[in-house]
């Protein structure tokens, strides 16, 4: 195996994107075909009235359109995490839920709505909770030593994750059951039903400077994926920059899990595959992991939107491609690591 | 320009490794570190490089003190050259190579022109230049020693530390590394390696350092300080010493 270009892997990850635009946007329940989706838009970028009829102009602007760009953003942002995630903890399966960060950020998130704060405010609590949960991990882990500190990492992420699920456990027990516990339980499975216009500029903003931040690092994070000792000998302050990335990687994370609540394993797979497509250098493998990440999310939802009459929660089939990816890692992992 | 520990204790906060130690590294000249398992040779060594702060006493480059000095701007001095491992991910050796000079670049710049172009000339200096391509990975373990000097000497330092630069390699490439340390020190760098093996002190070091139990056993130049009384001593171990009849040259062998 030698050493590939980078632009056949990213021409195969935009190619997922743009699939994953078209069909998001023109298969549901009102079936659109493409060209008025493109009058439609056009008509939008340029301020001349469409020719589509105006339901077409709706479903595109007001319906789908927030949900597709909502579904890019929170796709690319959980890529982009696990990505960072993977390469700073050296350790090709982990991801931001097994890290606590999504569990530690939807505790936060369902206090925001438990005491009905706006959107802001919920991004900041969850953020708040990401970043205790990702220490509080790391701190353990750091705290045993053992042969073995990636696995003592993950099965403290497991424990940590649960300690903060039974935090929500308590929220969602005190909930008002009648509004507040059915948002919550549907939130939590992970759904971008509700994504309107107004909710993308926050959920926009913390996930564009957190990756700006990573993606401005990315040959320190090549550094960062050394071990420790060998990194600071190569001059890199590991220490400094390392509360710097998680910090990021949880802050994209916890935009993601406020607005569409826990969708697991898209942090774990998406860099796997992004990985196999441009190799491990980060300077390719972030930019190529979010438009992955957001092609893969989009195609997710729309499967979502139309396999069964009723919407399936994304969680639920983020989890069924997520586990047997996650098994087959384990034993590959096995053969050619250790 | 010296490298130089002054009255170095040396271990970590809840464990003394040794004391009373002095050691200086000249430019251009080659040290070996030699001593038992456990005798504290990979500490004194990460001790000298800032790896590890010294319990007491100093480190001084050219009489400023290592501990003055920013990761970065040690880096720029000193390189590092850690025992083979393999890498979580499949870097291409290029890639490996080129990290060698982040302490060049600023903290969000891209590699220049003139990173890649040293990182290559690193590469073909030690005759790897047809691996640059392929992933650290998937390359053998002499070949991976080789990346790594490539990576200290794209570091452009003015001294390169190894620790134990021949394990694991077969006799080939021992006597490969070996001859590249000798030429690193040609090339005006001071470099100082730990080894389990007499003979590879004998065959490259200016001199030896020896190391039991945490305190210096004999230091200086290697004819002198390397009999076979010596290493029986350092080791606790009986040792044959063997002469090449047509060269007077000497080799140590166990038991």
Redesign the interface.
Known sequence: MTKRAAWPGLAVAVAVLALGLVLALTVGRYPLALGDVFDVVLAKLTGRAPQAPAVVESIVLQVRGPRVVAAMLVGAALAVAGTAFQGLFRNPLVSPDILGASSGAALGAVLGIYAALDVFAIQLVAFAGGLIAVTAVYAVGAAIRTRDPVLVLVLAGVVIGALFGAGIGVVKYLADPYNQLPAMTFWLLGSLAASNAADLLPLFLPIAFGTAMLVALRWRLNVMSLPEEEARALGVPTRALRIVIVAAATLVTAASVAAAGIIGWVGLVVPHLARALVGPDFARLLPTAAILGGGYLLLIDTLARTVAPVEVPLGILTALVGTPFFIWLLASVQRSWS | MNLEGRGLTIGYADLVVGTGLDVTLASGEVLALLGPNGGGKTTLL?TL?G?LPPLAGVVHLDGTSLAAL???????L???V?QV????????V??VVL??R??H?G?????SAKDRAIAAGALARFGIAAL????Y??ISGGERQLVLLARALA?EPRFVVLDEPTASLDFGNQGRVLGEIRALAQMGHGVLFTTHDPNHALRVADRVYLLREGSCLAAGPTADVLTRERLQDLYRAPIAQLIDSATGAVAFSPG
Do not use: C, N, W
Not at chain 2, 85 to 92: G, N
């Open positions: 990460k490089i790896l920013s990761l970065r701007e040690r880096a720029r000193l390189a590092y850690p491992h393999v890498a979580t991910f499949a870097f291409p290029a890639t990290m060698g982040t302490a670049a903290l969000f710049s891209p590699p640059a391509d392929r992933p990975s998937r570091q």
